[in-house]
């Protein structure tokens, strides 16, 4: 007799302990696509129409700058949505705003968010890491029907990669040699003082 897997009897546990749906909880993690999560909004949350998800945001950052994102649900039964974000670089710092929260550096909904015009968004930012280098940015989203219940919800998933460029540390320019702002004034000074010198000894 063969027994299931420790992760599909977690996943199994977490579908029938919630049983109301995911974007009627107060969030949830470890679902969000990356590489080696549960993935239990699609693993639930079956039976309703295909529902699209897409990341939008800069697709480059300086290092240590922090960037604007949006996750946008359409489609599915549009009712409310719920989301989990998550990243594959540790550096990397995810905040939430308003209606999300943080959790072990991943990112869900507090609440469930109703649909605007046709669509279910969440706002959110990251922190780049301070050395050159990728993100990875995984994302889930679950549109339901608000009837407390796992059916006629469906979820979909998406990724957005960004490409970190440069150092956050600042340049020392006194460590590099002449700062070209600071090499003029004084270029002027030595000038202006070697003119006064030589009038002085022609008078």
């Not at 996943?11 to 993935?39: D, E, I, Q, W, Y």
């Not at 909904?109 to 995984?138: L, R």
């Not at 990724?159 to 004034?185: I, R, W, Y």
Request: one cysteine or more; aromatic letters at 4%; hydrophobic letters at 35%.
């Amino acid at each position: 007799m063969k027994f299931p897997s420790y992760a599909a009897a977690g996943v199994l546990s977490a579908c029938l302990l919630s049983a109301p749906a995911f974007a009627n909880s107060l969030g949830m993690t470890n679902g969000s696509g990356k590489p080696g999560s549960l993935n239990m909004c699609s693993n639930c949350h079956t039976g309703g129409g295909a529902a699209t998800v897409e990341l939008t945001g800069p697709s480059s950052l300086a290092a240590g700058a922090t960037g604007q994102y949006t996750l946008t649900i359409r489609g599915g039964p549009g009712v409310k949505g719920g989301f989990n974000v998550a990243v594959d670089n540790s550096a990397a710092s995810l905040e939430p705003s308003a209606g999300t929260k943080k959790v072990s550096n991943e990112l869900t909904h507090s609440t469930p968010k109703p649909a605007a015009a046709g669509a279910i968004t969440f706002d959110f930012s990251m922190v780049a890491p301070p050395s050159a280098g990728t993100v990875k940015i995984f994302a889930a989203g679950n549109s339901v029907n608000g009837d407390n219940n796992s059916t006629g919800d469906n979820a979909a998933f998406t990724s957005l990669s960004v490409t970190v460029t440069g150092s956050s540390e600042p340049v020392d320019e006194d460590k590099g040699g002449c700062s070209s702002t600071g090499g003029a004034p004084m270029l002027a000074f030595a000038l202006t003082t070697g003119l006064a010198l030589l009038r002085r000894r022609r008078n």
